[in-house]
């Protein structure tokens, strides 16, 4: 079996919920970055790319539902090169990454270019049709931005409630108290900003043409627990006992736009690009639990991808997990107990942002820059899935 490699990953900014990058479609958003890793890549003819794969949660818009053909074509790419677009939700660009590194160890592709794409600013509104035209009564839009619409009746209610009132309930199970939240949410702005000051997202980033965002927009880099500890709960009232609420808008992470992209081959792509691997990816892992419980679900996907990779907890040097929320964050650090400072050491989505469909690949993209700048060996990169899924990768790092 040919093994699979990371060579480079690049990203845009994240910009927020109507902010800089609102005037940006997303397949633009997504042929930007793909111009930048071709241009990265030194020796590359672009006809000897053998697919590209882009994930996105959305497609209901501008994406045109394939999104992957439409960014490729948006930025020159060969019309020989096959795109195709992956949808599970938060985890898309993740699952392109491993529907990818499968092809490259089958000996089906050599280079694959992945990434993903979501503009939650442009995400369109929904009119659901009707079986006989003319109706007389009042028709809703849907949002699809985030979370569930046009819901089947047949689905159980407990299922369907909003991903904020799931957290809740996650919390509620496993103890995560609000200190401990917003805590953890102030550490993810405060690693994010030193990051970008120390220059460690400089290699990792590139501006959108025409748009002035030098950095991904939502971090606030004065955060602390006392200020967030001001704001109002989203999904439940306060109380004293424990089925208050207790996330916020301090504490979750914040609707985005953004692309990302990344460079994954076999040994033969280094050739091809003109570029040494970063890290190999030694394991894989997807896992599924009650939709309710969507944010634990990295948990089991994370075991999977080590136990794949010949490896457990205590090998592993660095940790980039999604933080859609930072209760469901905790959860998983408090069942996987491992040490918080492995953990997003450069920031997370609570203060990076979490563009969907985006968001798997920067992940992916951070740790293995992460396990180049640390020497460390192995990383895990992981991400929860609304209803109840989660996907996980284990990298090696290929300088030890």
């Not at 060579?7 to 994240?14: L, Q």
């Not at 109706?135 to 819901?151: D, E, I, K, Y």
């Not at 000051?197 to 959108?208: Q, S």
Request: aromatic fraction near 6%; hydrophobic fraction near 40%.
């Amino acid at each position: 079996m040919n093994q699979a490699y990371i060579f480079d990953a690049v990203r845009t900014p994240f910009g927020k919920f109507g902010g800089a990058l609102a005037g940006v479609r997303p397949d633009d958003l997504g042929a930007q970055v793909i111009r930048a890793a071709v241009n990265r890549a030194p020796g590359l003819d672009p006809e000897r790319i053998d697919e590209v794969v882009f994930g996105n949660a959305n497609g209901a818009g501008e994406e045109n539902r394939n999104v992957a053909r439409m960014s490729s074509l948006l930025a020159g790419l060969p019309t020989s090169v096959p795109g195709t677009t992956v949808n599970r939700l938060c985890g898309s660009s993740l699952d392109a990454a491993l529907i990818a590194s499968r092809q490259i160890n089958t000996g089906e592709a050599d280079l694959m270019l992945i990434g993903g794409t979501e503009s939650m600013t442009r995400a369109p509104w929904v009119l659901p049709k009707n079986e006989k035209p003319y109706p007389a009564g009042n028709q809703t839009l849907a949002s699809t931005t985030l979370g569930w619409r046009l819901v089947n009746p047949q689905m159980p209610a407990q299922w369907t409630v909003s991903l904020g009132e799931a957290t809740e309930q996650l919390r509620e199970k496993y103890g995560i108290t609000r200190e401990r939240q917003d805590e953890f949410a102030a550490n993810s702005h405060l690693l994010a900003a030193k990051a970008w000051d120390e220059g460690r997202y400089d290699n990792l980033t590139v501006p959108v043409d025409g748009v002035d965002l030098a950095r991904d927009e939502s971090i606030r880099a004065g955060s602390t627990v006392e200020k967030l500890g001001t704001l109002k709960t989203v999904f439940r009232p306060v109380s004293d006992d424990a089925s208050g609420g207790t996330v916020t808008a301090g504490n979750a992470s914040p609707l985005n736009d953004g692309a990302s992209a990344a460079w994954l081959g076999s040994e033969a792509a280094g050739d091809l690009l003109g570029l040494a691997p970063l890290a190999r990816i030694a394991g894989r892992g997807a896992a599924a639990n009650e939709p309710q419980y969507f944010g634990y679900a990295p948990v089991e996907a994370a075991n999977t991808a080590l136990k794949r990779a010949g490896i457990g907890w205590g090998d592993v040097g660095a940790v980039e997990l999604n933080e859609a929320f930072a209760a469901q964050s905790l959860a998983c650090l408090d069942a996987w107990d491992i040490d918080p400072v492995i953990v997003n050491a450069w920031g997370g989505a609570v203060a990076i942002g979490h563009p969907l469909g985006a968001s798997g690949t920067r992940i992916l993209g951070t740790l293995a820059r992460r396990l180049e700048a640390s020497g460390e060996r192995w990383g895990v990169a992981a991400i929860c899935i609304g209803v109840g899924q989660g996907l996980a990768v284990v990298l090696e790092n290929t300088a030890r």
